[in-house]
């Protein structure tokens, strides 16, 4: 495997459902991002790690819950979802935590709350 | 507030050229990068701008104004693959990068 990968790829759950979003980069960076991308909005960060630990949580409501382990993995944990946080959920790794490097993408989560 | 305007949707002919265009109101100015993202999939890396001027590669060119505020990707030759949405994101004072909405570009045969 190489590049960013994510998993599931689509996710369909109830409100009162719990899930979790993998993502894992095969890159050797050191920084991973969790974004929100709704139609035709700007992309929305949501929570950065930089060297496993978490430099920024943009006020995301606690039903989602981020986890890194070490460099390589990042979680997303989701429970008691709303309606409106139906989105893709894209994953991105960079060499460093600064904003002038390049960030790479996974493919993302496509996640419909019922 | 910080804002990134570029136009929602764009159509041109295949064989064509077209001219995306990114204004910007930032506090402050560390870059600007185009990223092209197919339906369904990663957006992917096109083009980092940080000093004035026109960065070639391939078919893709990339414009920057500092003193406008002004970008613009252009593509040339186009090919029906390149239907997709180029998005445009501002690094600032504060090297968060500041992203716009896409743009996402039809073309047709």
């Known amino acids: 495997e190489t590049g960013v990968t994510q998993t599931p790829r689509h996710l369909v759950m109830g409100m009162t459902n719990k899930k979790s979003l993998k993502c894992e980069q095969h890159l050797g960076h050191n920084a991973m991002y969790w974004y929100k991308q709704s139609a035709k909005k700007p992309l929305e960060l949501m929570f950065v790690?930089?060297?496993?630990?978490?430099?920024e949580n943009n006020s995301v409501p606690s039903r989602f819950s981020p986890e890194c382990p070490n460099s390589s993995h990042l979680f997303l944990h989701l429970h008691t979802l709303q309606p409106e946080d139906s989105a893709l959920y894209l994953c991105?790794?960079?060499?460093?935590?600064?904003?002038?490097?390049?960030?790479?993408f996974g493919p993302g989560t496509r996640l419909l709350v019922l | 507030g910080q804002n990134i305007d570029q136009p929602t949707e764009m159509t041109a002919t295949e064989g064509a050229i077209v001219q995306i265009n990114c204004t910007y109101q930032?506090?402050?100015?560390?870059?600007l990068f185009w990223y092209q993202q197919h339906a369904g999939e990663a957006p992917t890396f096109l083009s980092y701008n940080v000093l004035d001027g026109l960065e070639e590669k391939g078919r893709f060119s990339s414009f920057l104004s500092r003193s406008k505020g002004y970008s613009y990707l252009l593509l040339k030759e186009l090919q029906m693959k390149d239907s997709a949405s180029y998005l445009c994101a501002v690094v600032d004072s504060n090297y968060q990068l500041i992203w716009g909405a896409g743009t996402k570009l039809i073309i047709k045969p």
């Open positions: 991105a790794s960079s060499q460093e935590r600064e904003g002038q490097e390049t960030q790479y």
């Open positions: 930032t506090s402050g100015f560390n870059g």
């Open positions: 790690y930089n060297f496993k630990e978490q430099t």
